[in-house]
């Protein structure tokens, strides 16, 4: 799920030489559940009801970083603009090698390019951990996600009409995926 179309936008303009992307720290995890928790409460970008308590956080937190998974960090002037990870596709053993991944920005620097750099890392970083397929699960009314994963190689694969709802109303679910490897076998 991605919170990239969602918000207010600002006109302040990020200076590509003030973005620095990182692997995220547990001191990074208060700043990420606030972004995380503001697009809960304010979009369909994740399609939680409720925010994600202290504890259920780090949980959400511990599966993104722990074995090969990875989230990073956009920081902005020092500021944590947004993050990005991937965690589990599905839990049983065939599905090792797929990852999901996730992109939330701060209202304030949504529309700046932040998204396709953290994904663009994000893809190189699952690349380098030899994840062989990566699926995005995109809000159907979410276009600047869609485009941001379509721009950057994935293909839409899938369309899941009125698979969930949020703030009284039907949610379409549309799924994208991108092979990231040529390997004929596991």
Do not use: C
């Amino acid at each position: 799920m991605s919170s990239l179309d969602e918000g207010a936008s600002t006109t302040d303009q990020v200076d590509p030489s003030t973005v620095t992307i990182r692997y995220a720290t547990a001191s990074d995890r208060g700043e990420l559940q606030a972004i995380f928790n503001h697009e809960v409460t304010s979009s369909t970008s994740s399609w939680e009801w409720l925010p994600l308590s202290n504890e259920d956080w780090h949980e959400w937190f511990q599966a993104h970083t722990d074995d090969d998974h990875v989230l990073l960090v956009a920081e902005v002037g020092g500021q944590v603009a947004g993050f990005a990870g991937y965690g589990s596709f599905r839990s049983k053993a065939g599905y090792v090698s797929t990852v999901e991944d996730s992109i939330f920005l701060h209202d304030r620097f949504q529309r700046h390019g932040l998204g396709t750099a953290l994904l663009a890392q994000l893809l190189a970083e699952a690349r380098l951990r030899s994840v062989h397929s990566m699926v995005a699960a995109v809000t159907s009314e979410n276009q600047a996600s869609l485009r941001l994963h379509t721009n950057l190689g994935f293909r839409q694969v899938g369309h899941l009409p009125q698979i969930g709802h949020k703030f009284g109303r039907w949610l379409d679910l549309t799924l994208l995926q991108i092979i990231l490897d040529d390997r004929a076998k596991p």
